[in-house]
């Protein structure tokens, strides 16, 4: 037997991976391991994966396989936040940057993740108490966003308990690294390696003379203060609405290492996925020859 003894399914909660499913399923028939899947995902499609608790699911499973895209990877990487359980990211959609194969690739992945030949890449995650005490976490981003027909975010930024700087945006993201290629990026924040462990907090659409991200070690807290000009703001965590904020509440986030483990077969690099998906194709100016560049260099300026 491999290194799989019993695998996890989390499923997208619209599009139907009912074939993808099946190649699982023969997958570990053929290799004497079980499939287990949440109640509210395998009870509405037809196979023959065993319903468990998401406690049950994350105990269990020797592997998870998130079907779906990258939301499906983040809610499976939020389900097992704290677990050294590995996450395989099949993509039934448009390319992603958490996802590993596409479908036709699934039964060989599985196969050379049976055999060990593969490496797994810790990713972290930022976590908050919100005021009425519930603990939140997220692998992209913490966003407090302005609610429509409230004013604007202001928002003074704390560090080492001291205030830093003041913000007033739309909104102000607290991201991590895999984060900074989601709403940190749309609003203007760098890319940053998913293997660097870094906080960034960055304002979208900033309305203040000081419009710049702030990049922080993750052994940094970040303490948000809503100020006394504040809007209404929603909490929004990996871009789902938790709850909401109002003038003078606060929150402190908080980075939490190697929450997650994201398997690798080594088919592309960050780099390769960041350039497809972002369209990033660099400065036309930046490769185009000028008369100064054909000029002799014996001639001098």
Same mark, same amino acid.
């Given at each position: ?165 003041? %913000? ?14 989601? %709403? ?86 960050? %780099? ?30």
């Amino acid at each position: 037997m491999g290194l799989i003894g019993s695998i996890g399914l989390i499923l997208h909660p619209r599009r139907n991976p009912g074939p993808v499913i099946d190649s699982v399923v023969q997958w570990a028939r053929k290799n004497e391991a079980e499939v287990l899947g949440l109640p509210d995902e395998v009870g509405r499609i037809d196979c023959s994966a065993v319903s468990v608790s998401a406690e049950a699911l994350v105990a269990r499973a020797g592997l998870i396989v998130s079907l779906g895209g990258d939301g499906t990877m983040l809610r499976s990487m939020r389900l097992l936040s704290g677990s050294p359980t590995p996450v395989l990211g099949v993509n039934l959609g448009r390319l992603g940057f958490l996802a590993e194969v596409d479908v036709d690739e699934l039964p060989s992945a599985l196969d050379r993740i049976d055999g060990g030949q593969f490496t797994t890449e810790a990713r972290m995650a930022v976590r908050t108490r919100l005021p009425d005490g519930r603990e939140v976490r997220a692998f992209n981003d913490i966003a407090l966003v302005r609610v429509p027909g409230s004013g604007m975010a202001a928002i003074a930024i704390r560090l080492q308990g001291d205030e830093f700087i003041r %913000y007033s945006a739309d909104a102000v993201v607290v991201s991590t690294s895999t984060g900074s290629t989601a %709403y940190s990026f749309a609003a203007g924040g760098p890319i940053l390696s998913p293997r660097v462990e870094a906080i960034l907090v960055v304002p979208a659409s900033a309305h203040s003379s000081f419009d710049r991200a702030l990049v922080l070690p993750a052994d940094e807290d970040v303490t948000l203060e809503l100020l006394p000009t504040t809007g209404r703001l929603a909490v929004e965590v990996d871009g789902e609405v938790v709850g909401y904020l109002d003038a003078d509440d606060q929150i402190t986030v908080t980075a939490c290492p190697a929450a997650a483990h994201v398997v690798r077969l080594g088919g592309t690099t960050f %780099y390769q996925r960041a350039r497809r998906k972002l369209g990033i194709k660099g400065s036309v100016e930046a490769g185009r020859r000028t008369s100064h560049d054909h000029a002799d260099p014996s001639t001098g300026p």
